[in-house]
């Protein structure tokens, strides 16, 4: 994850859209449900590693 | 909680293995099985009618961490004996988790060295990076994930079920620890740290102060949306003698101080879960805005404390273990008493044991202690 992320990911997120972005083809959509939904994601495996430091 | 004066003591027992004893199980069931753990502080909730517990204090449920491989745990029936708690075990100085050169990672991208270096280390599935990827490995984040996730989830029903039964609300929500107090327990080891603050003390800084945003991201997401109970604290080794009031000045309490804050900014209290004596810093604590903590007593002198401090912050706890474990109902009715008359006397105190507690600690004693501050406690 630290030698694919370029952009230093904020509390809540372990890998950033704008990384992600990058790499996925050209967008029809709504973008911002992409990110929403990803970022969403992103918080439960967040939440994993930081409860697994915090709590277990 | 508020430092205010309710109609009577509230009873707060952060009651853990001793639920088990209670409730007819061994460490192992209540450590192993969180069904049973539930179980166990329903049923304790119910008959001593306490006011608010945690849900779970018997809090790191072994099923998770075993399916997770980590290493660190000592298992009640398995590492150690059936009717022990589960125990932390901190790597040796030469072998913890987190080297000492490893600081600038660790700054750079929390969240990443956790996953790509500290879980590899702490777990015995988990694959280092640039090593194939096994079964175990996979598996291990599939059921950490999805134990985790159905452990947490048990939290809303566990809590709704004890409002109901005795009308008993949970005591903390959300969890925080220290910046300081992760460097020293899961990462560098506390003696690899102690060593770290005179050998590279900007890197310590830089590293807690990166640690800084994910701690207070992690307590207000798991904080209560009401903002009616605290975020639990657990306090491990910032105090003196861990370490010395410079380092304390300088490293632990400002890079503790500025999260506590902006964790009030947001709305809610911290229970500062005091484990140790921490009556030379309480200067530093009464920098906080007023209510904005509430201080739970382990190995102080709650009287001291009460002085020192009562007039701004809620006061819980300071009834010695040893007093509840291997001392008569009397002797408790009467540090209870004391308690009451000089801590609570204006309001502002809950009830409560100075630590955690355990196996040890007798029945009739927890029943002594619920007793007399229900009959004497009352405004």
Not at chain 1, 2 to 27: F, H, Q, Y
Not at chain 2, 244 to 255: A, E, G, R
Not at chain 2, 345 to 360: K, L, P, R
């Amino acid at each position: 994850m630290t030698e694919n992320t370029k952009n230093k990911p904020a509390p809540g997120i372990c890998l950033s859209w704008e990384d992600v972005r990058k790499e996925l083809p050209n967008i029809q959509g709504d973008e911002e449900l992409f990110k929403r939904i990803w970022n969403d994601n992103e918080a439960l495996a967040y939440m994993y590693i930081w409860q697994v430091l915090l709590s277990f | 909680m508020r430092n205010e004066k309710p109609d009577r003591i509230p009873i707060r027992p952060f009651v853990a293995e001793f639920t088990a004893k209670y409730a007819g199980y061994t460490c192992q069931e209540v450590t192993h099985d969180y069904t049973k753990a539930f179980e166990a502080a329903c049923r304790c909730a119910a008959d001593f009618d306490w006011d608010a517990i945690v849900p779970n204090m018997v809090y790191v449920w072994t099923g998770l961490t075993q399916a997770i491989g980590l290493k660190y745990y000592g298992v009640p029936g398995m590492d150690v004996p059936v009717n022990t708690g589960f125990q932390y075990r901190e790597p040796p100085e030469d072998n913890a988790y987190m080297k000492e050169d490893e600081y600038d990672l660790l700054a750079a991208d929390p969240t990443g060295y956790l996953f790509n270096v500290w879980l590899p280390r702490v777990s015995k599935y988990v694959c280092p990076q640039g090593q194939p990827v096994t079964i175990q490995n996979n598996l291990s984040f599939l059921k950490g994930g999805m134990a985790m996730l159905s452990y947490f989830t048990a939290f809303g029903p566990q809590i709704q079920r004890l409002r109901e039964e005795s009308g008993t609300v949970s005591a903390i929500a959300g969890i925080f620890k220290a910046p300081f107090d992760i460097l020293a327990d899961k990462l560098r080891g506390y003696l690899g740290l102690t060593m770290d603050l005179f050998e590279r003390p900007g890197q310590v800084r830089r590293a807690c102060e990166a640690l800084m945003p994910h701690l207070l991201h992690v307590a207000l997401t798991g904080a209560d949306p009401l903002k009616q109970v605290p975020i639990g604290f657990w306090m491990h080794r910032g105090c003196t003698p861990f370490i010395n009031m410079k380092q304390f000045d300088n490293l632990y309490w400002p890079t503790l101080k500025p999260i506590i804050e902006e964790i009030w900014r947001h709305g809610h209290q911290v229970l500062f879960y005091a484990e140790g004596r921490w009556m030379a810093h309480l200067d530093s604590f009464l920098e906080l805005p007023e209510g904005s903590i509430v201080f739970h007593v382990d190995q102080d002198d709650v009287f001291k404390v009460h002085k020192k401090i009562g007039h701004k912050f809620c006061i819980s706890g300071g009834i010695p273990n040893y007093l509840l474990a291997y001392e008569t109902p009397e002797n408790v009715r009467k540090f209870c008493r004391k308690v009451i008359d000089e801590v609570a006397v204006d309001g502002g105190y809950i009830m409560d044991a100075s630590a955690i507690m355990q196996n040890e600690i007798a029945i009739e004693n927890m029943k002594a202690l619920t007793e007399f501050t229900r009959d004497y406690g009352v405004y």
